[in-house]
């Protein structure tokens, strides 16, 4: 098959790359007002993973893969422009979304992987993932890839650092606080972003009150049992540990979650350990972590300072707030 010329590209896409540098709960949601008739002619340019997209028009028919990123559109009233989501069964967390009204609304495309054929399938004009969350290049399915068959597309921030050079890599609530304004900017809900960010501003401020002087050390891990998989320094995961009052013990890896050994864990000693809850239920990942010999003189197993978060609360999106609030709550109730 011929390649579209660059011309009949960007007229279909609406779309522009230029490489640049980079640079260094519940809640009732009013829909987004969609007049009758064709967008009016607009153009918006974000640095998304330090690059600067530009988009043409305002999308009308979004995919979005995971919970978080659709809490992210539902939350700025994006419902209407939103075509469909995809998101894992495995992970759970739409029985607890302050958006289930939202998800019940928009037709759900997938319940495992998202997929090129989901999207055109779909007619999408536009979809959220992330790198290595959903865009990925070995299953075919990556903004580029979209590009070719005239889709724009925008990705997560937190996953910016899932890449070889990290471009557009920050903190990750600052990270999510830039996904809303771009998307605010993208679908001309400006105002709307500002008020939400606000919000998660005010929020987690609270939640940092009344932290001690010195964070307690956190450990956040999927338990499996040959080796554990921890949050690292760019997942949305270690800024809630940091947000509630806490240290994240694996803040030294660089990637949002990795493997490492559990003499890596029984080192940092970690005082709270926090399970994601998906897939193998909590109690069978706690029972493993405290059957696991090496971790029986880990203080947080020995003083039985377990706790559960589920894997929709480490996401990046709206969760924040709520996620840091309840850990919160938990590291003063123990003294932390």
């Known amino acids: 098959m011929r390649r ?19 640079a260094g709960c519940g809640a009732t949601v009013e829909p987004v007002a969609i007049p009758d008739g064709a967008p009016a002619p607009r153009q ?15 999308p009308e028919h979004a995919v979005v893969y995971d919970v978080g990123m659709s809490e992210m559109m539902f939350s700025l009233g994006l419902a209407p422009r939103t075509r469909g989501w995809v998101a894992n069964k495995v992970y759970g967390g739409i029985e607890t979304s302050a958006y289930r009204a939202d998800f019940d609304r928009v037709d759900r495309l997938g319940d495992s992987r998202i997929s090129l054929e989901i999207v055109l399938n779909a007619k999408a004009d536009w ?54 304004r771009n998307l605010g900017r993208i679908f001309d ?3 709307r972003a500002e008020q939400t960010i ?9 939640a940092s009150a009344g932290k001690p002087a010195t964070p307690a050390r956190v450990l956040v891990s999927d338990v499996y049992e040959d080796k ?10 270690t800024a809630i540990v940091e947000q509630a009052g806490g240290r994240n013990v694996t803040e030294d890896i660089t990637r949002t979650w990795d493997s490492v050994g559990w003499e890596t864990v029984v080192a940092a000693d970690p005082e709270v ?15 493993a972590l405290m059957n696991t010999p090496s971790m029986r003189n880990v203080t947080a197993v020995r003083e039985g300072r377990i706790f559960r978060l589920e894997f929709a609360d480490v996401m990046a999106g709206p969760r924040v707030a709520t ?14």
């Open 4 to 22: 579209p010329s660059t011309a009949r590209l960007r007229a279909a896409l609406g779309i522009t790359v230029v490489a640049v540098a980079s």
């Open 44 to 58: 918006v340019t974000v640095v998304n993973c330090g690059r600067e997209v530009t988009y043409d028009k305002v």
């Open 127 to 180: 979809v959220f993932a992330g790198n290595n969350q959903g865009f990925v290049e070995s299953r075919g399915i990556t903004p580029a890839i979209l590009a070719t068959h005239g889709v724009a597309s925008y990705v997560l921030t937190e996953t910016c650092a899932n890449t070889a050079d990290s471009a557009g890599a920050m903190d990750p609530v600052d990270g999510v606080y830039t996904d809303y």
């Open 189 to 191: 809900v400006a105002d």
């Open 198 to 206: 606000a919000d998660l501003q005010r929020r987690l401020a609270a």
């Open 228 to 237: 554990p998989y921890v949050a690292g320094a760019a997942s949305i995961a």
């Open 273 to 287: 350990i926090v399970i994601v809850d998906y897939g193998v239920p909590y109690e069978e990942k706690k029972k």
């Open 323 to 336: 996620s840091a609030e309840k850990l919160a709550a938990y590291l003063r109730s123990v003294g932390k």
